[in-house]
C-alpha cells in the first residue's frame, strides 16, 4: 500500500499539489481509499487520456520535477490495491470524471461519470477548488475474504504512513528548493523523517561528491550516524522502522528528491557491526532513469556497473570512521571513577593474563548460585572461556585493521534486551531497591556507560 500510494502522491506533486489528504476508511469491513490534491487538476481530454494504461513513453524528456515515467503509475498502483478505481477532477472550474471497474470491463470501455453523479461522491473540497480525487474501492488487497479487522486494518495505515513520511520526507520539509508538501494522512499531517538525523549534534555529514554518468550529473553524500546511546529511543524507533536500525544501513537512492529504495549496499560491502551507523544519499534525476534501470513502480534501481567501483571507495573510506564511533564505547580493562568491568587483566612476572571479573555482579550471582552443581559448572566454563581467549588471534587483527575490531551492542534495541535479560539478577543482587540498583547499574560495565539508555528504560518500566 504504501508504495501504491507514492505512485499516486508522485502525480500530485507533478500537478504542482500544495496539500495532498489521505483518507483511509474500513467502512464496516470494506475498506476505501479516496487522495485528494489541490494540483491544476485535468480537463476531461486530460483525465481520459491519463487512465489510459501507458499513457506516457518512458523515453520522452520530461521536465525536472516529473516523478512518473511510464504512464502506468496511477493505473497500476490502484489496481493492486482495488478492483474500482474511481478519478474525478477539477481544471477551470469544470468538473470530469471516470471510472474502471475490473468485474465489468464491457470490452474495455471506461466509464464517464456525469456531473450529478460526480457532485454525489466527490469530497465537498473538489467542488470548490481545482485538484484531482482518486477514490479505491473494492479494495481486495486490503481486506482478506471481503472483510478486514480493525487491528489488521490500523496496522497497515500505520505502517502506509511511516513509509511515506519517509519516502516524502524532502517534499515535507520543503528541502533543496522544492515546494513544501502538505500531507494530511486521515486528518493528521505527516511529519518529515530524516533518515540521516542532520539535526543532530553527533550526527557526522559528508562532503557532496559530484558524479557523472553519460555526461549527467548526479550526487551523493554519506553521513555517519550517531552512536544508539546519544539518540532517544523515539528517533531510533523512526530510524529503525520495521527490520531494525543494522538493516536500514546503506545507499538511499532519490530520483527527484523522492526516496525510491534505501537499506541496501548492492553487494559492495555486507550489512555488519561497522557498518551499521553509515547511510549514503544518492541523488540522480529522471533523466538517468535507463542507467540505473528504474522499474514501473519506481520502488527498485540497479546499481550502473560504472560506478560500483568508486562507490565502494566511498564505502571503504567510511568503515573506519563508522567504527570508531563504537570503539569509543567499548570496554576498558583499566576503569576509571571505581567502575566495575567485565573483564580484568593479571600481569606478573613479565606474564600478561585476562580473566573475567569475579567481582562483575552477574558473574557473583552465577558463583553464588544456591544449586551447588550449577555454581561449579560456572566456574569450570569460566576457566574454558579464559584458557581459550583469542589473545594472537585479536592482536592480529589489531595490528592489520584496528578500525575493525568492535564488541560493542550492535544496537539500542539489542544493548536493551540483553539489559532486560540481567535486570532480575541484578535487582536480586540489589536487594529488590530500585535505589540501589540504579546505583549499581551506574558503576558497572556495560551499563554504565550508556546511562541514558538505561535510565530511559527503566522509566519506561517505571522502576525510576
Given at each position: 500500500?504504501?508504495?501504491?500510494?507514492?505512485?499516486?502522491?508522485?502525480?500530485?506533486?507533478?500537478?504542482?499539489?500544495?496539500?495532498?489528504?489521505?483518507?483511509?476508511?474500513?467502512?464496516?469491513?470494506?475498506?476505501?481509499?479516496?487522495?485528494?490534491d489541490?494540483?491544476?487538476?485535468m480537463?476531461?481530454?486530460?483525465?481520459?487520456?491519463?487512465?489510459?494504461?501507458?499513457?506516457?513513453?518512458?523515453?520522452?524528456?520530461?521536465?525536472?520535477d516529473?516523478?512518473?515515467?511510464?504512464?502506468?503509475?496511477?493505473?497500476?498502483?490502484?489496481?493492486?490495491?482495488c478492483?474500482?478505481?474511481?478519478v474525478?477532477?477539477?481544471?477551470?472550474?469544470?468538473?470530469?470524471?471516470a471510472?474502471?471497474?475490473?468485474?465489468?470491463?464491457a470490452?474495455?470501455?471506461m466509464?464517464?461519470?456525469?456531473?450529478?453523479?460526480?457532485?454525489?461522491?466527490a469530497?465537498?473540497?473538489?467542488?470548490?477548488?481545482?485538484?484531482?480525487?482518486?477514490?479505491?474501492?473494492?479494495?481486495?488487497?486490503?481486506?482478506?475474504?471481503?472483510?478486514?479487522?480493525?487491528?489488521?486494518?490500523?496496522?497497515?495505515?500505520?505502517?502506509?504512513?511511516?513509509?511515506?513520511?519517509?519516502?516524502?520526507?524532502?517534499y515535507?520539509a520543503?528541502?533543496?528548493?522544492?515546494?513544501?508538501?502538505k500531507?494530511s494522512?486521515?486528518?493528521?499531517l505527516?511529519?518529515?523523517?530524516?533518515p540521516?538525523?542532520?539535526?543532530?549534534?553527533?550526527?557526522?555529514?559528508g562532503?557532496?561528491?559530484h558524479?557523472?554518468?553519460?555526461?549527467?550529473?548526479?550526487?551523493?553524500q554519506?553521513?555517519?550516524?550517531?552512536?544508539f546511546?546519544?539518540?532517544?529511543?523515539?528517533?531510533?524507533e523512526?530510524?529503525?522502522?520495521?527490520?531494525?536500525?543494522?538493516?536500514?544501513?546503506?545507499?538511499?537512492?532519490?530520483?527527484?528528491?523522492?526516496?525510491?529504495?534505501?537499506?541496501?549496499?548492492?553487494?559492495?560491502?555486507?550489512?555488519?557491526?561497522?557498518?551499521?551507523?553509515?547511510?549514503?544519499?544518492?541523488?540522480?534525476?529522471?533523466?538517468?532513469?535507463?542507467?540505473?534501470?528504474?522499474?514501473?513502480d519506481?520502488?527498485?534501481?540497479?546499481?550502473?556497473?560504472?560506478?560500483?567501483?568508486?562507490?565502494?571507495?566511498?564505502?571503504k573510506?567510511?568503515?573506519?570512521?563508522?567504527?570508531?564511533?563504537?570503539?569509543?564505547?567499548?570496554g576498558?580493562?583499566k576503569?576509571?571513577?571505581?567502575?566495575?568491568?567485565?573483564?580484568?587483566?593479571?600481569?606478573?612476572?613479565?606474564?600478561?593474563?585476562?580473566?573475567?571479573?569475579?567481582e562483575?555482579?552477574?558473574?557473583?550471582?552465577l558463583?553464588?548460585?544456591?544449586?551447588?552443581?550449577?555454581?561449579?559448572?560456572?566456574?569450570?566454563?569460566?576457566?574454558?572461556i579464559?584458557?581459550?581467549?583469542?589473545?594472537?588471534?585479536?592482536?592480529?587483527?589489531?595490528?592489520?585493521?584496528?578500525?575493525?575490531?568492535?564488541?560493542?551492542?550492535?544496537?539500542?534495541?539489542?544493548?536493551?534486551?540483553?539489559?532486560?535479560?540481567?535486570?532480575?539478577?541484578?535487582?536480586?543482587?540489589?536487594?529488590?531497591?530500585?535505589?540501589?540498583?540504579?546505583?549499581?547499574?551506574?558503576?558497572t560495565?556495560?551499563?554504565?556507560?550508556?546511562?541514558?539508555?538505561?535510565?530511559?528504560h527503566?522509566?519506561?518500566?517505571?522502576?525510576?
Open positions: 500500500m504504501p508504495s501504491a500510494l507514492a505512485d499516486l502522491l508522485d502525480n500530485s506533486i507533478k500537478a504542482k499539489a500544495r496539500s495532498i489528504d489521505i483518507l483511509c476508511l474500513r467502512s464496516d469491513g470494506e475498506p476505501e481509499v479516496r487522495i485528494l489541490d494540483g491544476h487538476g480537463s476531461e481530454e486530460e483525465l481520459c487520456d491519463a487512465m489510459r494504461p501507458a499513457s506516457a513513453n518512458p523515453d520522452d524528456e520530461r521536465a525536472d516529473d516523478l512518473g515515467r511510464f504512464g502506468w503509475g496511477m493505473k497500476s498502483a490502484s489496481f493492486s490495491q478492483r474500482h478505481l474511481t474525478l477532477t477539477r481544471k477551470n472550474g469544470v468538473l470530469s470524471g471510472s474502471w471497474d475490473l468485474d465489468d470491463l470490452d474495455w470501455k466509464a464517464i461519470l456525469e456531473p450529478c453523479e460526480i457532485d454525489k461522491i469530497n465537498r473540497k473538489l467542488l470548490e477548488h481545482d485538484g484531482t480525487e482518486v477514490i479505491w474501492t473494492k479494495c481486495d488487497r486490503l481486506s482478506e475474504f471481503g472483510s478486514v479487522s480493525s487491528k489488521g486494518f490500523n496496522e497497515i495505515v500505520a505502517h502506509a504512513k511511516s513509509e511515506l513520511a519517509l519516502t516524502f520526507h524532502r515535507i520543503g528541502e533543496f528548493g522544492l515546494r513544501k508538501l500531507i494522512f486521515n486528518g493528521g505527516l511529519s518529515p523523517v530524516d540521516f538525523l542532520r539535526d543532530h549534534l553527533a550526527t557526522q555529514d562532503p557532496v561528491e558524479l557523472e554518468l553519460e555526461g549527467k550529473p548526479f550526487n551523493v554519506a553521513f555517519i550516524l550517531p552512536h546511546s546519544k539518540i532517544s529511543s523515539h528517533d531510533h523512526k530510524l529503525g522502522g520495521e527490520e531494525g536500525f543494522v538493516r536500514n544501513q546503506g545507499f538511499y537512492i532519490y530520483r527527484q528528491h523522492r526516496l525510491i529504495m534505501h537499506g541496501t549496499w548492492f553487494r559492495l560491502v555486507r550489512h555488519g557491526e561497522l557498518s551499521q551507523l553509515v547511510r549514503i544519499a544518492v541523488n540522480i534525476p529522471n533523466s538517468l532513469d535507463a542507467i540505473w534501470k528504474i522499474t514501473v519506481k520502488s527498485e534501481a540497479q546499481l550502473p556497473s560504472g560506478l560500483r567501483s568508486r562507490l565502494k571507495e566511498i564505502v573510506g567510511l568503515k573506519g570512521q563508522s567504527g570508531k564511533v563504537f570503539q569509543s564505547r567499548g576498558r580493562i576503569p576509571t571513577d571505581g567502575k566495575t568491568p567485565v573483564w580484568a587483566k593479571y600481569v606478573r612476572n613479565g606474564e600478561v593474563r585476562y580473566y573475567l571479573n569475579r562483575h555482579p552477574l558473574i557473583v550471582q558463583l553464588e548460585h544456591e544449586n551447588a552443581e550449577v555454581a561449579q559448572s560456572f566456574t569450570a566454563a569460566l576457566g574454558v579464559e584458557d581459550c581467549f583469542p589473545a594472537i588471534s585479536i592482536g592480529e587483527d589489531f595490528a592489520v585493521r584496528p578500525e575493525m575490531m568492535n564488541q560493542s551492542a550492535l544496537d539500542r534495541d539489542a544493548f536493551v534486551e540483553r539489559l532486560e535479560t540481567a535486570l532480575p539478577s541484578l535487582l536480586a543482587r540489589s536487594e529488590g531497591s530500585f535505589q540501589k540498583l540504579w546505583e549499581l547499574l551506574q558503576v560495565e556495560p551499563w554504565a556507560g550508556q546511562t541514558s539508555v538505561v535510565e530511559e527503566l522509566k519506561s518500566k517505571g522502576w525510576w
